[in-house]
């Protein structure tokens, strides 16, 4: 079983930055992908950013430019650096991990941009 953890939400003014970080832990496979997803209320979960384990990386157009998603493939963790947030980013970021066999998401933070 596989557990994500997330941090780094909160509360930020528009035009503001957040960091929000994620740590896989549990029975690991050697080679996985990760990424960033939100749910605003009433909207259905999307796609912010993912990476593979090769370090390909794709990011929707609604974040492109102001996001970026990083990993340190020997910390096991991946990043999600937000600058110049909108109060349209505000929404619950939720982690994933996708084997190919599995996929497996955290408990979500919360990301509130607001004035």
């Known amino acids: 079983q596989v557990q994500l953890a997330e941090s780094g939400g909160g509360l930020v003014q528009p035009g503001g930055s957040l960091r929000l970080s994620c740590v896989p832990s549990g029975r690991l496979f050697s080679y996985y992908n990760m990424g960033w997803y939100r749910q605003a209320p009433g909207e259905e979960r999307e796609l912010v950013a993912t990476i593979t384990g090769g370090g390909s990386i794709n990011y929707s157009d609604s974040v492109k430019g102001r996001f970026t998603i990083s990993r340190d493939m020997a910390k096991n963790m991946v990043y999600l650096q937000m600058n110049s947030l909108k109060p349209e980013d505000t929404a619950v970021y939720y982690c994933?991990?996708?084997?190919?066999?599995?996929?497996?998401w955290g408990q979500g933070t919360q990301v509130t941009v607001s004035s």
């Open positions: 994933n991990l996708n084997s190919g066999l599995m996929t497996y």
